[in-house]
C-alpha cells in the first residue's frame, strides 16, 4: 500500500475551470503537492475537474464514498469567492464535512475559512490557520535571476503561497475502522474539492518542524575535491542551502596564527552542511552539478543519526540550541567593548547572531550588495557588535573568534554551552593603546557604507576615522545621502567618520579629496567604469585638487599609481598631499619610491578601497601621530596625516626614528653627509618575519625571524653620502606577503613615511631617470586628452569651469607639471 493514495473523485466532479475564474490553467491530473499525490480530475482534455458547490447549492449534502482505512484524510480545496477582501467573517463556517465510519460513528468537521480552508487569491497576510497552501516555502534560485529579482534574492527563500489550492489534513481519530464515506454540506460561499488523498502513515502530512543541522561527506575522492556546487532538495520538508565546512579541523582553527581574521575559503564539495526539516516519510535528495549522488529518508535519519549511502554519507549533528545573550567586556575596564564575533558549531557550521548573517549574500560576492553590519574572512564570517548581541548557540562544544582591529589580544578559543544556559561573557583584552601615544587610525578609502554603519564599523576595529567617500560608477551614484560637509563625531569622541569624496577617471586616475566642505563636481568623467555612460573628459584630477585645496582639504592619491598617468603631474606641481597603499605589491613599492627617489615629499597612507563584506574596514590603515597639545579632530589628524608622521598598518604596528628623529622629519647633516643611528621596532598579534630599513628604496639593513614572531627590534648605524630617505617596513620572510583572508588577500605588512635626510641647508634629492619617466606619463595624459578622450563638438557646451577653450582647460596642469620638472632640472644644472 503506497504511503498516501490519491482518489479518483473524477465520476463526481461535475464543475470545469470556468468555476474557478482566479485561475488560469488550474492544475489537473497527476499532481504532487508538498510531496503528497493527488488527482485533480480524470486528466482526459475537456473533462470536468473539480466537485463545485455554488450558491445553490447550499444545504444539499453530497456524499462521497472512500470504502477504505486512513490514517489520515487530505484535501486540495479552496474558496472561489470570498467575501473576506470586502469586510466578511475570518473565521465563518464554508461548509460541514461528516466522516462516516463502517462502525456507525460520524465525525463532523465545519469547514471554516482562513482555518480549514482559504481563498483564492489571498491578500498578502491572509493565509489560513490551519491548511497550508499546495505550493511550500522555496529556495530562490541560488546563481541565477532576473536583475530586478537581485534585492529579493538575498532573502534565499520564498513563502509558501497557494498556485490554486489549500491543502488540510483530517486526522481519523480510529484509524483501524474503515472510512465508509464523507458527506460534505455546504453552509455559505462557493467553493470547490479538487483532489482527495488518503494518508496511512503515523504522522504529520504537511512538515511543521525546524530545520536541523545535517553534516554531508562525499565518498567518492572526485566528487569531494570538485568545486563546491551542492544542492538539497527534500520532497515533503525543506533545505536551506548547503555550504562548504571548514576544511581544518577545530583544534587546528583554534590555535592558527590568524586568529581574529579568519581562515582559508572552503571551496570543495566535501564536507558541507545543510538545514533540513522534513516529515518521517520525506526523501533528503543531494545532487552535484544537477547529478543525483544520494538519497536517504529522512525518518531513518532523523533516528539513526547517521546513514551511510554509496556515495554520500548522512549525519545529523544538530546538538539543540540555546537563545544566549552574548557581552563581550573590556579586560581593563569592564564595560561592553564593541569588536566583531564570529561562532560555529564543533563541526564548523557558522552560528549568527540575531540579525546578523551566517553567509553574507549567500556567501556570494556582494560589491554594493549587503556589505554593512558583516564581515567575511575566507571561511569565517563576523558579525559586528556593540559589545551586546544575542541569539541561537548550539548546545555542547562552541568556537568562538572574537577580535577588535590591531590593538587587542583577539579570543579564539571552545566554550562549552550548557542546556539552559542563556548568558555568555567574554573578555578582549588591549595589549597596546596607541591612541595614549598620540597615534590615531584611519581608513582613507571606504565605500557604501552609512555613517552609522561605518561608526559601527570603525568602532568594532577600533579605528579612529573612518573616510567615507562618495563616488559615482556609469549611472551609480554611491552615498549621495551621507554627504554634510562635517565630521560625525562618536559620543565619546573616539570614533570619527567623514563623508567625502573620491573622484575617478579611468584613465587620468583618481583621487581622494578628505574634508570636503561642498562637494566637488563633477565626481567623474569621461564614461565607464567611472563617468557616465556616453559621457566626456569634462574634467582633470588637478582640477578636483586646486578645489580641495581651496575647501583647506587634504589631497590623497589613492592606491598608487593605478590608474598612472595623472599622478605624476598632480606630484609634480605639489598638488598632491600623499599617497595611499592598499595592498602589498612589488609594483605599488617601485611606483612609490621613484617619486620619493626624484624628491618628492609625499606621506605614505593606508586604506582598503572597502566596497564589499570580504573586508574589514581598517584592514590597511593609517596611524597618524598628533602631539599631545593638540586634540584629536578630524582636522587635527589630517594636519598630521600631511606632516608626513604617519605609518600604514595591515596589522603590525611599527616604530621608526633616524638620530632620534621622528617618522616624517627632515634630518640635516653638515657636509657632503655622515653616520645617522637608526632605531626601529614592530609589534604585532599577526605573526611578522621581516623588518627593513629602506635607503632610497633598496634594503639597507634587516633582520628576520623565519618562523615568524610577534616582535622585531632593529638598531643600527648607516653611512649617509647625500640627501636620501629612509623608511621602515616589515612583512613576511625576505618582506614577501603572506596574506590576509579578506576578499584582495592583501599581505601583512606596515610601512612608514619617510624620514628624509638632507646633507646641507636644502634638500635636493632628485633622478633624472625618473624624471623622464614622469614626462612620460604627462606626455601620454596630453596624447590622451587631445586624441582619445570622448568630448562634445567645440562650442556647443557650456562647460562646468566656464572656460571658452575646453581643450586648453584640460591640458593646462599638464604643461606646468612640465614646467615644474624642468624647473628642478635647470634649478641643478641639468639639461632639458
Same mark, same amino acid.
Given at each position: 500500500?503506497?504511503?498516501?493514495?490519491?482518489?479518483?473523485?473524477?465520476?463526481?466532479?461535475?464543475?470545469?475551470?470556468?468555476?474557478?475564474?482566479?485561475?488560469?490553467?488550474?492544475?489537473?491530473?497527476?499532481?504532487?503537492?508538498?510531496?503528497?499525490?493527488?488527482?485533480?480530475?480524470? #486528466?482526459?482534455? $475537456?473533462?470536468?475537474?473539480? @466537485?463545485?458547490?455554488?450558491?445553490? +447549492?447550499? *444545504? &444539499?449534502?453530497?456524499? !462521497? =464514498? /472512500?470504502?477504505?482505512?486512513?490514517?489520515?484524510?487530505?484535501?486540495?480545496?479552496?474558496?472561489?469567492?470570498?467575501?473576506?477582501?470586502?469586510? #466578511?467573517?475570518? $473565521?465563518?463556517?464554508?461548509? @460541514?464535512?461528516?466522516?462516516?465510519? +463502517?462502525? *456507525? &460513528?460520524?465525525?463532523? !468537521? =465545519? /469547514?471554516?475559512?482562513?482555518?480549514?480552508?482559504?481563498?483564492?487569491?489571498?491578500?498578502?497576510?491572509?493565509?489560513?490557520?490551519?491548511?497550508?497552501?499546495?505550493?511550500?516555502?522555496?529556495?530562490?534560485?541560488?546563481?541565477?535571476?532576473?536583475?530586478?529579482?537581485?534585492?529579493?534574492?538575498?532573502?534565499?527563500?520564498?513563502?509558501?503561497?497557494?498556485?490554486?489550492?489549500?491543502?488540510?489534513?483530517?486526522?481519523?481519530?480510529?484509524?483501524?475502522?474503515?472510512?465508509?464515506?464523507?458527506?460534505?454540506?455546504?453552509?455559505?460561499?462557493?467553493?470547490?474539492?479538487?483532489?482527495?488523498?488518503?494518508?496511512?502513515?503515523?504522522?504529520?502530512?504537511?512538515?511543521?518542524?525546524?530545520?536541523?543541522?545535517?553534516?554531508?561527506?562525499?565518498?567518492?575522492?572526485?566528487?569531494?575535491?570538485?568545486?563546491?556546487?551542492?544542492?538539497?532538495?527534500?520532497?515533503?520538508?525543506?533545505?536551506?542551502?548547503?555550504?562548504?565546512?571548514?576544511?581544518?579541523?577545530?583544534?587546528?582553527?583554534?590555535?592558527?596564527?590568524?586568529?581574529?581574521?579568519?581562515?582559508?575559503?572552503?571551496?570543495?564539495?566535501?564536507?558541507?552542511?545543510?538545514?533540513?526539516?522534513?516529515?518521517?516519510?520525506?526523501?533528503?535528495?543531494?545532487?552535484?552539478?544537477?547529478?543525483?549522488?544520494?538519497?536517504?529518508?529522512?525518518?531513518?535519519?532523523?533516528?539513526?543519526?547517521?546513514?551511510?549511502?554509496?556515495?554520500?554519507?548522512?549525519?545529523?549533528?544538530?546538538?539543540?540550541?540555546?537563545?544566549?545573550?552574548?557581552?563581550?567586556?573590556?579586560?581593563?575596564?569592564?564595560?561592553?567593548?564593541?569588536?566583531?564575533?564570529?561562532?560555529?558549531?564543533?563541526?564548523?557550521?557558522?552560528?549568527?547572531?540575531?540579525?546578523?548573517?551566517?553567509?553574507?549574500?549567500?556567501?556570494?560576492?556582494?560589491?554594493?550588495?549587503?556589505?554593512?553590519?558583516?564581515?567575511?574572512?575566507?571561511?569565517?564570517?563576523?558579525?559586528?557588535?556593540?559589545?551586546?548581541?544575542?541569539?541561537?548557540?548550539?548546545?555542547?562544544?562552541?568556537?568562538?573568534?572574537?577580535?577588535?582591529?590591531?590593538?587587542?589580544?583577539?579570543?579564539?578559543?571552545?566554550?562549552?554551552?550548557?542546556?539552559?544556559?542563556?548568558?555568555?561573557?567574554?573578555?578582549?583584552?588591549?595589549?597596546?593603546?596607541?591612541?595614549?601615544?598620540?597615534?590615531?587610525?584611519?581608513?582613507?578609502?571606504?565605500?557604501?557604507?552609512?555613517?552609522?554603519?561605518?561608526?559601527?564599523?570603525?568602532?568594532?576595529?577600533?579605528?579612529?576615522?573612518?573616510?567615507?567617500?562618495?563616488?559615482?560608477?556609469?549611472?551609480?551614484?554611491?552615498?549621495?545621502?551621507?554627504?554634510?560637509?562635517?565630521?560625525?563625531?562618536?559620543?565619546?569622541?573616539?570614533?570619527?567618520?567623514?563623508?567625502?569624496?573620491?573622484?575617478?577617471?579611468?584613465?587620468?586616475?583618481?583621487?581622494?579629496?578628505?574634508?570636503?566642505?561642498?562637494?566637488?563636481?563633477?565626481?567623474?568623467?569621461?564614461?565607464?567604469?567611472?563617468?557616465?555612460?556616453?559621457?566626456?573628459?569634462?574634467?582633470?584630477?588637478?582640477?578636483?585638487?586646486?578645489?580641495?585645496?581651496?575647501?583647506?582639504?587634504?589631497?590623497?592619491?589613492?592606491?598608487?599609481?593605478?590608474?598612472?598617468?595623472?599622478?605624476?603631474?598632480?606630484?609634480?606641481?605639489?598638488?598632491?598631499?600623499?599617497?595611499?597603499?592598499?595592498?602589498?605589491?612589488?609594483?605599488?613599492?617601485?611606483?612609490?619610491?621613484?617619486?620619493?627617489?626624484?624628491?618628492?615629499?609625499?606621506?605614505?597612507?593606508?586604506?582598503?578601497?572597502?566596497?564589499?563584506?570580504?573586508?574589514?574596514?581598517?584592514?590597511?590603515?593609517?596611524?597618524?601621530?598628533?602631539?599631545?597639545?593638540?586634540?584629536?579632530?578630524?582636522?587635527?589628524?589630517?594636519?598630521?596625516?600631511?606632516?608626513?608622521?604617519?605609518?600604514?598598518?595591515?596589522?603590525?604596528?611599527?616604530?621608526?626614528?633616524?638620530?632620534?628623529?621622528?617618522?616624517?622629519?627632515?634630518?640635516?647633516?653638515?657636509?657632503?653627509?655622515?653616520?645617522?643611528?637608526?632605531?626601529?621596532?614592530?609589534?604585532?598579534?599577526?605573526?611578522?618575519?621581516?623588518?627593513?630599513?629602506?635607503?632610497?628604496?633598496?634594503?639597507?639593513?634587516?633582520?628576520?625571524?623565519?618562523?615568524?614572531?610577534?616582535?622585531?627590534?632593529?638598531?643600527?648605524?648607516?653611512?649617509?653620502?647625500?640627501?636620501?630617505?629612509?623608511?621602515?617596513?616589515?612583512?613576511?620572510?625576505?618582506?614577501?606577503?603572506?596574506?590576509?583572508?579578506?576578499?584582495?588577500?592583501?599581505?601583512?605588512?606596515?610601512?612608514?613615511?619617510?624620514?628624509?635626510?638632507?646633507?646641507?641647508?636644502?634638500?635636493?634629492?632628485?633622478?633624472?631617470?625618473?624624471?623622464?619617466?614622469?614626462?612620460?606619463?604627462?606626455?601620454?595624459?596630453?596624447?590622451?586628452?587631445?586624441?582619445?578622450?570622448?568630448?562634445?563638438?567645440?562650442?556647443?557646451?557650456?562647460?562646468?569651469?566656464?572656460?571658452?577653450?575646453?581643450?586648453?582647460?584640460?591640458?593646462?596642469?599638464?604643461?606646468?607639471?612640465?614646467?615644474?620638472?624642468?624647473?628642478?632640472?635647470?634649478?641643478?644644472?641639468?639639461?632639458?
Amino acid at each position: 500500500m503506497p504511503d498516501y493514495e490519491p482518489l479518483d473523485i473524477s465520476s463526481m466532479c461535475q464543475t470545469d475551470a470556468a468555476f474557478f475564474t482566479a485561475v488560469v490553467n488550474p492544475p489537473a491530473g497527476r499532481q504532487t503537492f508538498r510531496g503528497i499525490p493527488f488527482q485533480i480530475g480524470s #486528466g482526459v482534455s $475537456g473533462s470536468p475537474l473539480f @466537485i463545485g458547490f455554488d450558491t445553490a +447549492s447550499i *444545504g &444539499h449534502p453530497l456524499s !462521497i =464514498p /472512500i470504502a477504505s482505512r486512513a490514517k489520515r484524510v487530505l484535501f486540495a480545496h479552496t474558496v472561489v469567492e470570498s467575501k473576506i477582501p470586502s469586510g #466578511g467573517t475570518v $473565521g465563518k463556517t464554508i461548509a @460541514i464535512y461528516r466522516f462516516y465510519l +463502517s462502525n *456507525g &460513528h460520524v465525525y463532523p !468537521i =465545519p /469547514i471554516r475559512e482562513r482555518f480549514e480552508i482559504g481563498y483564492f487569491p489571498p491578500m498578502w497576510g491572509q493565509l489560513p490557520f490551519l491548511c497550508v497552501p499546495d505550493q511550500p516555502d522555496t529556495l530562490i534560485e541560488r546563481h541565477r535571476g532576473a536583475w530586478q529579482e537581485a534585492g529579493r534574492r538575498q532573502t534565499e527563500a520564498s513563502q509558501a503561497w497557494p498556485g490554486a489550492y489549500y491543502l488540510w489534513a483530517w486526522e481519523n481519530p480510529e484509524p483501524d475502522v474503515e472510512l465508509g464515506r464523507i458527506e460534505v454540506t455546504p453552509e455559505d460561499q462557493p467553493f470547490l474539492i479538487a483532489g482527495i488523498t488518503l494518508g496511512h502513515l503515523a504522522e504529520d502530512p504537511f512538515c511543521r518542524w525546524a530545520v536541523q543541522d545535517v553534516r554531508i561527506d562525499l565518498h567518492p575522492t572526485d566528487a569531494a575535491q570538485k568545486p563546491f556546487d551542492l544542492a538539497v532538495e527534500v520532497d515533503r520538508g525543506f533545505a536551506t542551502y548547503p555550504y562548504p565546512l571548514p576544511s581544518a579541523s577545530t583544534e587546528a582553527f583554534v590555535n592558527d596564527t590568524h586568529k581574529g581574521w579568519g581562515e582559508p575559503s572552503a571551496t570543495s564539495s566535501s564536507p558541507a552542511c545543510v538545514g533540513i526539516a522534513g516529515t518521517p516519510s520525506a526523501t533528503v535528495s543531494v545532487t552535484q552539478s544537477g547529478e543525483t549522488l544520494g538519497t536517504v529518508n529522512w525518518g531513518e535519519l532523523d533516528k539513526s543519526r547517521v546513514v551511510d549511502t554509496p556515495k554520500v554519507r548522512f549525519e545529523i549533528v544538530d546538538s539543540g540550541r540555546n537563545w544566549v545573550h552574548t557581552t563581550v567586556l573590556d579586560g581593563a575596564t569592564g564595560k561592553p567593548l564593541p569588536c566583531r564575533i564570529h561562532f560555529r558549531s564543533a563541526h564548523g557550521i557558522a552560528y549568527a547572531p540575531h540579525g546578523h548573517h551566517a553567509h553574507v549574500n549567500s556567501d556570494m560576492g556582494t560589491w554594493h550588495i549587503d556589505i554593512g553590519g558583516d564581515v567575511r574572512l575566507g571561511q569565517a564570517t563576523y558579525a559586528y557588535i556593540d559589545g551586546k548581541c544575542q541569539g541561537w548557540l548550539p548546545r555542547g562544544d562552541v568556537v568562538v573568534d572574537v577580535a577588535r582591529g590591531f590593538e587587542y589580544e583577539p579570543l579564539r578559543t571552545v566554550l562549552y554551552i550548557q542546556p539552559g544556559q542563556r548568558e555568555l561573557t567574554l573578555r578582549l583584552n588591549r595589549w597596546i593603546d596607541m591612541s595614549a601615544q598620540r597615534y590615531f587610525s584611519g581608513d582613507t578609502h571606504v565605500h557604501f557604507l552609512s555613517t552609522q554603519g561605518a561608526h559601527l564599523e570603525a568602532e568594532g576595529e577600533g579605528l579612529n576615522v573612518v573616510n567615507l567617500l562618495l563616488s559615482q560608477w556609469g549611472s551609480l551614484f554611491t552615498n549621495t545621502e551621507e554627504f554634510t560637509g562635517r565630521p560625525s563625531v562618536s559620543t565619546g569622541g573616539e570614533t570619527i567618520v567623514y563623508a567625502t569624496q573620491e573622484n575617478r577617471q579611468h584613465m587620468l586616475g583618481h583621487l581622494t579629496l578628505l574634508g570636503l566642505k561642498t562637494p566637488v563636481m563633477p565626481w567623474c568623467s569621461d564614461g565607464p567604469s567611472e563617468g557616465e555612460p556616453g559621457g566626456n573628459l569634462e574634467t582633470t584630477l588637478s582640477y578636483w585638487a586646486d578645489e580641495c585645496h581651496r575647501q583647506g582639504g587634504t589631497v590623497v592619491i589613492p592606491h598608487i599609481p593605478n590608474p598612472n598617468c595623472e599622478p605624476a603631474a598632480l606630484i609634480a606641481t605639489g598638488r598632491a598631499d600623499a599617497v595611499e597603499m592598499l595592498i602589498h605589491s612589488e609594483y605599488n613599492h617601485l611606483e612609490y619610491y621613484r617619486y620619493l627617489n626624484c624628491g618628492y615629499r609625499l606621506p605614505l597612507t593606508g586604506g582598503t578601497d572597502k566596497m564589499t563584506s570580504d573586508v574589514p574596514v581598517g584592514l590597511y590603515r593609517t596611524y597618524v601621530y598628533i602631539p599631545p597639545d593638540e586634540p584629536f579632530t578630524y582636522e587635527s589628524w589630517l594636519k598630521g596625516l600631511r606632516s608626513g608622521h604617519t605609518f600604514l598598518s595591515g596589522g603590525p604596528l611599527i616604530r621608526f626614528s633616524v638620530n632620534g628623529h621622528p617618522i616624517g622629519s627632515t634630518v640635516h647633516l653638515t657636509g657632503n653627509g655622515g653616520t645617522v643611528e637608526i632605531e626601529a621596532q614592530v609589534e604585532s598579534t599577526l605573526p611578522v618575519h621581516s623588518l627593513e630599513i629602506v635607503n632610497k628604496g633598496k634594503v639597507a639593513a634587516s633582520t628576520e625571524e623565519r618562523q615568524g614572531t610577534r616582535r622585531l627590534m632593529l638598531k643600527t648605524s648607516l653611512r649617509i653620502d647625500g640627501d636620501t630617505w629612509l623608511a621602515a617596513r616589515c612583512a613576511g620572510p625576505n618582506y614577501a606577503a603572506i596574506p590576509h583572508h579578506d576578499g584582495w588577500r592583501r599581505g601583512i605588512m606596515a610601512h612608514t613615511s619617510p624620514i628624509y635626510i638632507a646633507c646641507g641647508k636644502d634638500y635636493r634629492l632628485f633622478d633624472l631617470e625618473n624624471a623622464h619617466y614622469m614626462l612620460s606619463l604627462v606626455e601620454g595624459g596630453l596624447s590622451y586628452i587631445r586624441h582619445r578622450s570622448a568630448q562634445h563638438p567645440h562650442g556647443n557646451v557650456t562647460h562646468h569651469h566656464g572656460e571658452e577653450d575646453h581643450l586648453a582647460f584640460l591640458e593646462k596642469p599638464y604643461r606646468e607639471a612640465v614646467a615644474a620638472i624642468h624647473r628642478r632640472m635647470h634649478d641643478l644644472g641639468i639639461p632639458h
